[in-house]
């Protein structure tokens, strides 16, 4: 073997590697370069048996496998059960190129050849790729794994397919709905699978020629990348040729670069289509929002508790940044694309949230029906309004609260009475005044940043609000955010 004209050192310094060569000499020759290079090796073999033992005994990180040994096992074959029962990489070494060999050989899923004679460079570099190559797929893995473990714990059924359309994965709530296991479904096409008998929405153009099926589905999910929600009248047809009436949508998978990977069905059986609608100051079930968390008003407090139980969810996903794939009878809401947004099934979309001039912002729409409730959990998160604009959103960032400060969200009128000292104790959600405040301690937020008041004026139904940053005019029943020192 050729010695390479510089070593390495320094990149594989507890790396350990074994070698599997039954020519003692070219084994001695490798031994060497390896050490040169930096890496460990824990053991030669000569045979697939001696092979498999020293690994058990002292595993590597890597294995080069020379194709043709001597013994009952071949290089191949040894590499088959290295791969089976201790999932390392493996880099062959052969001095034969023939195509039946590499067909052979490709069977196995190795991460590199070497051709003798090599060099010591060649090796240095085959063994770096080989073990960034297995990184990399060990890191997809246990994404996977956490992924497969976190959908399993939905109360929705999720079916995932590769970009060919291909089941790849079924949680156990999408067995039990469709009567069919993972087992079975994997590989197999979603259409063979899944099977609709109603017609989605007509979103994004879609014509109804096309919207018949669950293939047109995925066909349009995998070739334009977008959402499609289910019509409230969609029925799953089961292996038994039940038909349980369900909601829920279909969109694309991306990879970090952007490009469509695959596509995710999350569905849940519903038992009619009409939603109840509850009075959440009633509402003591785990999944509400106690009213005295919130100061909504009276359209936020009788919307679904599944609904403000959803919008909680996601508020915390998107600011923890972990992706989610969730719905209600009402709401859907989706990560891809560099955004996680939350959708009405009937007005569209209620927030994105994305990277804008590289702040975390959720755009939120002011005219829908949940504005209230999406605006006081965003300010529960001490996400506060940065801005508004022309087409009548909202814009939200993230801004750290003064120090040994509370934070309120109230009237304008409230803010006016405890100006002047007429505030009470526990007229303020979640409020700890217990006395009168000093208008020194008041603050309030005016585009993204916090300043003092220096006059609070009542000019008819307005308070006009003067701070050194600029003026603030609004109604008196407008919901404004301020603060006190305390």
């Not at 009788?302 to 992706?323: Q, R, S, V, Y």
């Not at 719905?327 to 996680?340: C, I, K, P, R």
Request: proline share 3%; glycine share 6%.
């Amino acid at each position: 073997m050729k010695t390479a004209n510089t070593t390495t050192t320094t990149t594989a310094t507890a790396t350990k590697i074994m070698v599997v060569e039954d020519e003692s000499i070219i084994a001695l020759d490798i031994k060497r370069s390896l050490s040169r290079l930096g890496y460990v090796v824990t053991g030669v073999a000569a045979s697939g048996d001696a092979a498999l033992m020293k690994i058990k005994e002292n595993r590597p990180h890597l294995v080069l496998m020379d194709i043709h040994l001597k013994g009952d096992m071949n290089g191949i074959q040894v590499s088959e059960v290295i791969k089976s029962d201790f999932q390392l990489p493996i880099i062959y070494l052969t001095a034969n190129a023939d195509s039946s060999t590499f067909q052979s050989a490709q069977s196995t899923n190795p991460h590199a050849y070497l051709l003798k004679p090599f060099d010591e460079k060649a090796l240095g570099i085959a063994v770096e790729v080989a073990l960034n190559q297995h990184r990399k797929a060990q890191a997809v893995k246990a994404s996977e794994h956490w992924y497969a473990n976190a959908f399993q714990c939905l109360n929705e059924a999720v079916v995932a397919t590769d970009s060919e359309g291909n089941i790849v994965f079924m949680n156990a709530l999408a067995e039990e709905m469709t009567g069919i296991s993972l087992h079975t479904a994997i590989n197999q096409p979603v259409k063979n699978i899944l099977s609709f008998q109603k017609k989605i929405q007509q979103t994004d153009r879609l014509s109804a020629s096309e919207a018949e099926s669950v293939r047109s589905i995925v066909r349009h999910v995998l070739s334009r990348g977008k959402t499609i929600l289910l019509s409230p009248d969609t029925h799953l047809v089961t292996e038994s040729q039940a038909f349980t009436p369900i909601e829920g949508s279909a969109t694309s998978l991306r990879d970090a670069s952007g490009r469509i990977t695959g596509s995710l069905f999350i569905f849940r059986a519903i038992e009619s289509q009409t939603t109840p609608i509850v009075d959440l100051s009633q509402q003591e079930d785990a999944n509400s929002i106690p009213a005295n968390e919130l100061s909504l008003n009276a359209q936020a407090t009788t919307l679904p508790a599944e609904d403000i139980a959803l919008i909680k969810t996601f508020t915390k996903a998107f600011i923890e940044g972990e992706p989610i794939f969730l719905s209600t009878a009402n709401l859907v809401v989706s990560s891809g694309e560099g955004q996680t947004t939350l959708t009405s099934r009937k007005n569209g979309t209620i927030v994105s949230v994305k990277q804008v001039k590289d702040k975390l912002t959720a755009i939120v729409d002011q005219g829908s029906d949940y504005w209230e409730v999406v605006r006081h959990m965003l300010v529960e998160n001490s996400f506060f309004p940065v801005g508004q604009r022309t087409n009548g959103t909202c814009h939200f960032q993230h801004r750290a609260i003064p120090e040994d400060s509370q934070i309120f969200h109230t009237s304008a009128m409230e803010l006016w009475e405890t100006w002047h000292g007429k505030a009470r104790p526990g007229s303020c959600p979640n409020s700890a005044l217990t006395a009168k405040l000093s208008r020194e301690s008041i603050i309030v937020l005016r585009r993204g940043s916090w300043y003092r008041i220096q006059s609070l004026v009542v000019k008819g139904e307005a308070l006009h609000i003067k701070t050194v940053a600029g003026e603030i005019f609004t109604s008196l029943e407008d919901l404004l955010i301020w603060g006190a020192r305390v």
